[in-house]
């Protein structure tokens, strides 16, 4: 799995060291997208994106382990899929109630990361820094 992750982040242009990440050509700032993340996503999926914030206890939902994205997708970082999360372009109940909607408060510059699938995905610089950073946390 780590080695997975490896190739990911080299084909993210992410670079190979833990934690701080020099920002990719075309896949985001791994370091910029963890301040985010613990800005405006931490209180509720925790610090270390599994779930545990905490506000979670107060939760309609239990806030989803981050941590295991790939896992739950075949070893696979599925970029494309959180990039929707996030920005609300799936269609998940969710993303109307209990989880707030980013794609309209993150306006930064666009940008296109690449998902494992090869396609492009468009999404506002913020978004695509959150998601490097996700892809950090993948456990084993």
Do not use: K
């Not at 985010?36 to 779930?51: Q, R, S």
């Not at 939760?59 to 696979?76: C, E, H, I, K, Q």
């Not at 990361?113 to 610089?125: E, K, L, M, Q, R």
């Amino acid at each position: 799995m780590r080695a997975a992750m490896l190739g990911l982040s080299v084909a993210f242009g992410l670079g190979g060291g833990a934690g701080a990440q020099e920002p990719g050509a075309r896949g985001g700032d791994a370091e910029e997208g963890g301040r985010l993340f613990a800005l405006y996503c931490a209180t509720c999926h925790g610090a270390a994106a599994d779930g545990a914030g905490r506000s979670a206890g107060i939760l309609s939902g239990a806030p989803a382990d981050l941590t295991g994205l790939s896992a739950r997708n075949g070893g696979r970082f599925p970029v494309a899929e959180t990039v929707a999360r996030i920005d609300g372009r799936a269609g998940l109940e969710a993303h109307g109630g209990a989880m707030p909607v980013y794609g309209r408060f993150f306006s930064g510059a666009p940008v296109e990361i690449d998902d494992p699938s090869g396609a492009a995905v468009s999404t506002a610089a913020e978004i695509a820094d959150i998601v490097a950073w996700l892809e950090t946390q993948q456990r084993e």
